[in-house]
Nanobody, 121 residues
Framework: QVQLVESGGGLVQPGGSLRLSCAASGSIFSINAMGWYRQAPGKQRELVAA???????NYADSVKGRFTISRDNAKNTVYLQMNSLQPEDTAIYYC???????????????WGQGTQVTVSS
């Protein structure tokens, strides 16, 4: 069993920044990909960014150049630095991990509880 706990969400004005953190615990030896999804009201959950254990990274087109994903394998933690935030970034952000996938495709094995990010003036 793997547990994922997110932190760092909150309220920020347009143009501001937030950094999300996700700490993994439990049976983590076989985890490959870790990443971030988000779900806005009335919209489908979408992949924001993912990173493999070896450091391969993918971003959604909507966040390229603004968000940066990173991973500290020693701390079993993945981060999402979010800059130039816009109202359309408002969503619940979920950390995810998968034992088998190097890149997030399909449904990950494990999910965090989510952290709210609200971008508003």
């Amino acid at each position: 069993q793997v547990q994922l706990v997110e932190s760092g969400g909150g309220l920020v004005q347009p143009g501001g920044s937030l950094r999300l953190s996700c700490a993994a615990s439990g049976s983590i030896f076989s985890i490959n990909a870790m990443g971030w999804y988000r779900q806005a009201p009335g919209k489908q959950r979408e992949l924001v960014a993912a990173i493999s254990r070896g450091g391969s990274i993918n971003y959604a087109d909507s966040v390229k150049g603004r968000f940066t994903i990173s991973r500290d394998n020693a701390k079993n933690t993945v981060y999402l630095q979010m800059n130039s935030l816009q109202p359309e970034d408002t969503a619940i952000y979920y950390c995810a991990a998968d034992r088998y996938m190097a890149t997030m495709t399909g449904a990950p094995n494990f999910w965090g509880q989510g952290t709210q990010v609200t971008v508003s003036s």
